[in-house]
Structure formats: C-alpha cells, structure tokens
C-alpha cells in the first residue's frame, strides 16, 4: 500500500521562529489542514462545480443572510478587484481612505487590472465618514472627472481601527443617497467581530453593504478569500470577472472547504479572537517600557509603535517586523492566530532589552 505520509519534500524552515510583521506569516490553522485533507481523494467537478463549493453557500448565507451569493478568488488583491469591478461601468471611480490596502499595497492592481480610477481621502485614523466622503464625492455627470459611483471602506482598518456599527451605517446610508455603491475590504472582518462581539452580518449585510471582500488567508487559511455579494439586485456578473480577472480556481473545494472549516463553527472566533488578545497583551507589555510610543488605538490584532530606529533596526535582527512609516519611524507589530503569551513576553523583554542599549 502506498504510504500518504511520504514526501521527498524537506523542511527548510524553523518552526520556532515567530515574527510580527504580518499575520500572513503564520502557518496553516491544524483544523484547516484536517479539512482540505477531508476534500481529498476522489474526483470531483472542477472549476466551483464541486460539493464543498455548492454547500459554502449555506454557510456563507447563515454568517451574511439568505440573498448572499459567495465566490472564493485566490487571494485579497483579486477578491478586491473583482468585487469593485462588478460596481462600476468603465467610467467609474472608487472613493476609499488614503491609507486603504487597494491603495497603498496593491501595486495598483486596481488601476492596471480592473481599469479602476481610485480617488482618495486623507483620513485621521483609517476610517471614512460622510464629511470625508464629501471631499471626493462630487463631479457626478461632469464627464471630464472619473464618476464617483462606488465607496471602498476596510474592516478593520489598515491602521488597525474599528469602524462602529454606526460609523459604516452613516457611511452606507451616505454613499447610497449619493447613488454610490458599498465595498468593504474584509481581509481582517473576523477581527472586526471578536472585537465589537458582533456577528459579521450586523455590521455588513444588515446596515446595506453592496459587496464584501472576506478574508481568510490572515486567520489561518492556507490560501483563499471570498467575494461574498450582499445585494445581488444591484452588483452582478461576478462569475463572469473572476474568471476573466484570473482567479477562478480548477479545483476549487480546496478553497472553499477551508471556508467551511472557518465558518461552520467558532474558529474564526477564536482565532481572530486570539489575535486579538495577543495584540492587547503586546500593548500593555510595550507601554511600560520607557520611550516606546503606542501611538494608534489597539482595536484588533495590530499595534502601532514609535521608538528610535536604531532600536527598531537592531529589533528587527531579532524579530520580523516593518516599518509603516519611514519619515516618522512609526512601526506595525501584528499579532496572529498563534501567536503565544511566551512569544509576546518574549518580544517584549526584547523590546526592553534594546531600549536599554539606546
């Protein structure tokens, strides 16, 4: 009998060693793994005709309501580019915060792949309001400016804030009346929900986003994220830009039963959850330490920190992290789904341990 577990594969890498750059560094969550193993075996249809793909609906329709339809991509920039696609004609522009990832970490995929004209806001902490809206939300028939005909909002923020249920309704309500469309950037939604102990629908589908981006590759996928549309009166032809936009997988239940596995349970809870806490244990941690700044709100699994760069640069010898803002000497430490107490305390008594040589 052929033995499964074989492989000429060999690990190249030490598994002990933890960094704070990006939660895409983590591993595979081990209930992800258990369930794409789960998938194997067999033939199934390809290209999203498969069984794990048909009942990913019932799931995605329990987290965001009855009308939902979801459409696993590849990875965030194609669910972000599908997604804004299928809001705009040709002659439309996205308004969205000047830090928001289709932006800023993109490479301009939305502009080069998506023909998307991007009109962006400074913003004081991630997050857009009708006011902020306002400043680009004008033009509407002047067929010399690209038409404002759709919002891109992030939950949460790529500063690592929080938009309340009450900021994204005043947002929604806004950009509707305006004749714009929603999109929420979702990469970290789950993070969203652990922290504000909402469900993810309460602050998506019931206050009228159009269409979501919902990330899972940053809480414990393997790889996959999904264009979950919310308002299928009003955003269409998805199966027909994913394909085109290159992010229609052959073999698909891989991607869609990791989905599963998120979602049919509390994992998604628990590990943005998690994330979450290591992030606050982070902040407490690194406030006691004299001349280390936190300097955004610790509201998910992100802390934001000023400290002298010379400390950060032999830090980062140490630990993996990046520098959100070169001119200022800002930092981002993200925390993930396994992320431990002794890796932060460890990180910490690093961070102490450098200021002490400053």
């Not at 591993?27 to 794409?36: D, K, N, Q, T, W």
């Not at 048909?54 to 995605?60: P, T, Y």
């Not at 990832?101 to 309001?129: C, W």
């Not at 431990?340 to 961070?351: K, L, P, S, V």
Request: proline content about 3%; some cysteine; overall charge negative.
């Amino acid at each position: 009998m052929t033995d499964l577990t074989r492989t000429d594969a060999v690990r190249r890498h030490d598994p002990a060693v933890r960094g704070f750059a990006s939660d895409n560094y983590a591993g595979v969550h081990p209930e992800v793994l258990a369930a794409i193993t789960l998938a194997n075996g067999g033939h199934q249809i390809s290209y999203g005709e498969d069984d794990y793909t048909a009942h990913l609906q019932d799931v995605f329709r329990r987290h965001f309501g009855d009308k939902a339809e979801a459409y696993p991509v590849f990875n965030g920039t194609g669910a972000n580019v599908v997604a804004l696609q299928a809001l705009l004609p040709r002659w439309g522009a996205v308004v969205c915060a000047d830090t928001a990832h289709i932006h800023v970490d993109e490479g301009g995929a939305p502009e080069k792949m998506g023909g998307i004209k991007l009109h962006t806001v400074s913003t004081p902490d991630g997050k857009l309001t009708p006011e902020l809206l306002d400043r680009q939300a004008f033009g509407f028939g002047d067929e010399h400016r690209a038409q404002p005909l759709a919002v891109s909002i992030t939950q949460s923020t790529e500063l690592g804030t929080l938009y309340t249920i009450d900021e994204i309704r005043a947002v929604v309500d806004h950009a509707h009346q305006l004749g714009m469309l929603v999109h929420m950037d979702g990469s970290r939604l789950a993070n969203a929900a652990a922290s504000l102990g909402q469900p993810m629908r309460a602050f998506t589908t019931d206050l009228g986003v159009d269409v979501l981006s919902f990330g899972g590759t940053k809480n414990g996928l393997l790889l996959g994220e999904v264009v979950v549309v919310l308002n299928p009166e009003r955003v269409r032809n998805i199966k027909y830009l994913r394909k085109t936009s290159m992010q229609l997988a052959s073999k698909m239940r891989f991607v869609s039963v990791q989905f599963e596995a998120l979602l049919a349970g509390d994992l998604y809870l628990r590990n943005a959850g998690h994330a979450n806490a290591m992030a606050s244990r982070l902040e407490a941690a690194v406030r006691k330490i004299d001349g280390v700044e936190v300097v955004r709100p610790v509201q998910a699994n992100a802390v934001f920190a000023i400290l002298p760069r010379e400390v950060s640069e032999r830090l980062q010898k140490r630990y993996r992290f990046y520098f959100w803002n070169e001119h200022t000497g800002e930092v981002r430490w993200m925390c993930s789904y396994d992320t431990t107490e002794a890796d932060i305390d460890a990180f910490a008594a690093a961070i102490a341990e450098e200021m002490g040589r400053a």
